[in-house]
């Protein structure tokens, strides 16, 4: 039989890593951050076009006025009948006015990709978890972020997107918050599987 302790040790890596909410206000090493990038770069992508875009965000005072131009964005919006649960929350909390999407995460990568692209956000997606992976393998905690994708058309956003380096014709489609948990340690126990149905044909 062939060996497979090197994927059993995969699969436990990957079930291990888990969503980090809570950071620390540590920064994160310029060596780390690089190789959490380039785990993204090397995620596959459609026909290996490669047009992913990322965009490093450390600078504590954009990261804050990301964090206001997201929750008035939301805080404009209202809540309908089967709306998303998390979509839902951020207008809610947005509302409140104390919403901070990033979690206060010390980097910030936006993942953008060109709007015309019909792969956009299944390579953003390979690219993220790559992202997370490595992260977790640092002992890094990470989160996907989704509120600037549900906003990618929001006009105050884009004009600052575009000032940090966002091309035209380009949008986010997600983002990744990373720096050192709160906690001293990612989070690592697995939660058990309530979906994510598997059918077997032959």
Request: overall charge neutral.
């Amino acid at each position: 039989m062939k060996e497979i302790k090197g994927g059993q040790d995969m699969l436990e890596f990957i079930r291990s890593r888990r969503s980090t909410r809570a950071f620390a206000e540590s920064p994160v090493d310029q060596d780390l951050t690089e190789m959490v990038l380039e785990a993204g770069r090397y995620a596959p992508s459609g026909g290996n076009s490669q047009t992913s875009h990322f965009l490093v965000i450390r600078d504590r005072q954009i990261l804050d006025k990301l964090a206001l131009l997201v929750r008035e964005a939301f805080a404009d919006m209202e809540i309908t009948e089967g709306m998303y649960p998390s979509m839902a929350n951020s207008i809610r909390l947005s509302k409140g006015g104390k919403y901070v999407f990033h979690y206060n995460a010390p980097v910030l990568i936006l993942a953008a990709n060109r709007k015309d692209y019909v792969n956009n956000l299944a390579d953003i997606s390979c690219a993220l978890e790559n992202m997370m992976l490595m992260a977790n393998a640092l002992d890094l905690g990470s989160c996907w972020i989704n509120q600037l994708k549900w906003l990618n058309e929001d006009q105050r956003l884009l004009c600052l997107e575009r000032e940090l380096g966002l091309r035209d014709g380009e949008r986010v489609y997600g983002a990744l918050a990373l720096g050192w948990p709160s906690s001293g340690a990612p989070l690592r126990e697995p939660l058990p599987r309530k979906g994510n149905e598997v059918t077997w044909i032959g």
